[in-house]
């Protein structure tokens, strides 16, 4: 029988609870969330009269979860629409209901008496076939089901989401000896495809795969720092990017988690393992104090940093262990840190940061990276069945950019072996077989395909079929043709890609000049062109530096140039004979935005962030964004019937002068950046198959070019309109006098000039306009000084 999942119970509506249930809503999947019945009314409750038999009572506790999903940063949910898919109810008069659904997630407390009892009472209502499974961080799968029916055993797994769901891209699968093969495959693919995460499966053990080596991790570095006598901002200073690791490094990461949480786990783990593992899991007690005293973190105000506000701003100081006092916050600064720094990958770094003997930094990342690759390797066979689980995990569960036995490749594993043994360290058995068998690696690479070592041999590293690697991709069969900015690739099936390269994919000539030439050239060879990538960010949108420059250098003939290229260039992508498909995710802002805006289908990930944000320096979309995001909201409203133009035109104006970025794609969609039409991917790793896939579906159905529009303005009366909103912000001080300025130059291109409202103008009149207002702009001191400011610090200047 072919398993589906239509519907999906969740019970218990804590922030775990009440965050998976987000993410099944926010993909599509009617969820029923329940909660316990409480034992008492609140004051408010006692006021209206009500009493604990009332259904608004009994359900308050999961109501009250729902309600704080639209309150909780980041938020869970990608749009205020989600919420309409999470029913609530309570785990005594709702039960009944769970023989309407596919899938049972369990998310009580971390407690195995109180998981067994609720499994057992979802084993008397759930239907035949139904699957189960338990969302716990390291209680026993095998134990909490044992009493249950043997249907129940059959089709129950554990499935540990990280924390926030939405976000995280790590889901373990842990099957008991009774689970099915089939449930566990089925669950595996529906977690790659559907949920969008990164499976890996693990084995029943305690805090399963990512929690125990990166607790033991986390529990190493503190033991170092106290040993060597660092301060917790030295360590964060070089166990962050330096190494491959998250900005938070160690200790902002631990305030992130939350003490409490990690104490939690890790006495989870010392309460369950033996011997001289136990030590290792013991929490020190100055982190025990900080937990008397209630110093948890963020979401106690204070943990192993502490923001203080004074006159100069903000200032952040740090925790001394010994003392329990804040100072001032550290950096470690050292002669390995800086030649660390000149290497441009992670593993450059830090095979330079670990060759420094003898120094500060360099001794520091090696007596805590060298105990944690010797624990994973002697926990391969024990948590997982193989070093590929063990590093997917620990990038997809803790933000490493590489795993411990991919970071083991890269500092060298013959040489890095031989200096533990020489420091009188145990090497696991296996590791030392695969050296003596003349290997010098973990992984191999051969015609495109990835290869482990496992047993005494090499396995291909079979992913989803779904997975594209343009790096591998590029191995294989190189490139048609590239330059500094962007190459184009063959994607198969008569499918090309313009991969963009550039410093942080920013958009200068180099990349205009690729995308006329993929543009060309799928013409003449191929049947279609995605246009994605696989870096950080899609686009960050134009080069801002190189602009700048040319301003303060009153080159308006040559930026005039550059502007005329990329109109010229957005559109080719909408009127090439060939359909065009971009793929935007992540930062998809600026000149990204105008780029993805008028391909003939959009494939964006989830998790795209788009917006045309360049009035925050001072300046308007200057590429045919204006343009291409009236036109898509105007192809929106319903054909044959009359509607108000002023609130289209309107509506754009707010949303291009206010910077409004989409926090998901479906808030995209509701922007107007998608329409219908446009496709989301939930999986960012399946992004340019689908995007890929998306082309050929419209080759399929004949695709033809767009043919050229006409675009019906607002004219005079709607400049008049727009403008007044924007002076009444001014005079309000909401807004600038250069603001005023940049949104009269705003209303102006969206006016189409001073013509008659309705009038229909050629999208090259408006291209005109925008050009014309981009440069008068760029040429204002005020807006040159926002340029500068974002270019240096990050953030919009308001002058």
């Known amino acids: 029988m072919k398993q589906s999942i239509r519907r999906a119970a969740v019970l218990g509506s804590g922030i775990m609870g009440s965050g998976i249930a987000a993410h099944l809503a926010n993909i599509g999947i009617p969820t029923l969330m329940l909660d316990i019945v409480p034992k008492q009314l609140t004051k408010e409750e006692e006021q209206k009269g009500l009493t604990l038999k009332d259904p608004i009572v009994r359900n308050r506790i999961a109501a009250q979860s729902k309600k704080a999903l639209l309150k909780q940063k980041p938020s869970p949910i990608t749009t205020k629409e989600s919420l309409d898919l999470i029913e609530i109810g309570n785990m005594e008069d709702d ?35 139904t699957i189960v499974s338990s969302n716990t961080s390291g209680v026993s799968i095998e134990a909490m089901s044992i009493e249950c029916s043997e249907d ?429 498909v971009v793929a935007p995710f992540n930062i998809t802002v600026g000149g990204g935005a105008e780029v993805t805006l008028p391909a003939a289908s959009i494939q964006a990930s989830a998790e795209t962030y788009m917006g045309l944000v360049e009035f925050g320096v001072g300046l308007i979309p200057g590429g045919g964004g204006t343009k291409e995001l009236y036109l898509k909201q105007l192809r929106q409203l319903p054909k044959g019937i009359k509607f108000d133009l002023s609130k289209v035109a309107n509506d754009v104006f707010e949303k291009v002068a206010t910077a409004k970025v989409s926090t998901s794609a479906a808030e995209a969609r509701e922007y107007g950046f998608l329409d219908q039409g446009d496709r989301i991917s939930v999986n960012a790793d399946h992004l340019l198959h689908d995007a890929k896939e998306n082309v050929l579906a419209l080759v399929n159905s004949g695709y033809r070019p767009p043919k050229p529009e006409k675009i019906p303005v607002v004219g005079d009366a709607g400049y008049a309109a727009m403008v007044l909103g924007a002076k009444n912000l001014y005079l309000s001080g909401y807004a600038s006098e250069h603001d005023l300025k940049i949104a009269e130059k705003l209303a102006y291109v969206l006016s189409g000039g001073r013509i008659k409202e309705g009038t229909e103008i050629d999208e090259q009149a408006m291209l005109d306009l925008e050009r014309e207002a981009f440069l008068s702009l760029i040429g204002e001191p005020k807006t040159q000084q926002r340029m500068q400011h974002m270019l240096l610090k990050g953030k919009p200047l308001r002058n």
């Not at 407690?111 to 084993?123: F, G």
């Open 95 to 129: 039960m009944e209901r769970l023989a309407d659904v596919d899938w049972i997630i369990e998310v009580v407390v971390e407690n195995l008496e109180i998981k067994k009892n609720v499994l057992a009472n979802i084993d008397k209502y759930r239907k035949q076939g």
């Open 152 to 580: 129940f055993r059959k089709n129950f797994l554990g499935t540990h989401f990280f924390n926030p769901p939405r976000y995280m891209k790590l889901l373990e699968i842990i099957p008991t000896k009774d689970t099915e093969p089939q449930v566990l495959e089925f669950m595996k693919r529906f977690g790659e495809d559907v949920l969008g995460k990164g499976v890996v499966i693990a084995k029943d053990t305690p805090n399963f795969i990512a929690n125990r080596i990166g607790t033991y991790g986390l529990l190493v570095t503190v033991q170092e720092m106290l040993k060597g006598k660092y301060s917790v901002g030295e360590v964060d200073s070089v166990t962050g990017p330096l190494i491959g690791r998250p900005k938070s490094a160690t200790f902002r990461t631990l305030d992130v988690v939350g003490l409490d949480t990690f104490i939690n786990v890790a006495h989870n783990v010392f309460e369950q393992v033996e011997g001289s593992e136990k030590k290792l899991f013991s929490v020190p007690s100055f982190m025990l104090k900080m937990k008397e005293k209630g110093w948890l973190g963020a979401k106690s105000g204070q943990g192993f940093y502490l923001k203080k506000k004074d006159k100069a701003g903000s200032t952040i100081y740090e925790l001394n262990p010994e003392t329990l006092e804040y100072e001032d916050r550290n950096k470690l600064k050292t002669a390995a840190i800086e030649m660390a720094k000149q290497q441009k990958d992670s593993h450059r770094k830090l095979k330079t940061l670990l060759s420094q003997k003898g120094d500060l930094a360099g001794d520091l990342v090696w007596s805590i990276l060298k105990p944690v690759l010797i624990y994973s390797a002697e926990l391969t066979g024990e948590i997982a069945d193989d070093i590929l689980a063990i590093d997917n995990a620990m990038k997809w569960g803790f933000g490493w950019e590489h795993g411990p036995f991919e970071t083991w490749d890269a500092i060298g594993l013959r040489a890095s072996v031989e200096r533990m043994q020489a420091e009188g360290e145990k090497i696991p058995d296996w590791v030392l077989q695969l050296l003596a068998d003349g290997n010098e690696s973990f992984y191999k690479k051969d015609n495109g395909n990835v290869y482990y070592y496992d047993k005494g041999t090499y396995k291909q590293n079979v992913v989803n079929k779904k997975e594209i690697n343009l790096r591998l991709l590029k191995d294989v069969q190189g490139v048609i043709k590239k330059n500094t900015g962007a190459s184009l690739i063959d994607l198969g099936d008569g499918v090309a890609c313009l991969e963009f390269h550039s410093k942080s994919n920013a958009i200068g000539l180099d990349i205009i000049q690729m995308v006329n030439f993929a543009i060309e050239e799928v013409d003449k060879n191929f049947e279609g062109l995605v246009i994605g990538n696989q870096g950080k960010n899609f686009c960050v949108g134009a080069n801002l530096a190189m602009m700048l420059m040319e301003a303060q250098d009153d080159n308006f003939f040559e930026l005039d140039m550059v502007i005329r290229h990329f109109q010229n260039m957005t559109m080719e992508i909408k009127y090439a004979n060939k359909p065009v």
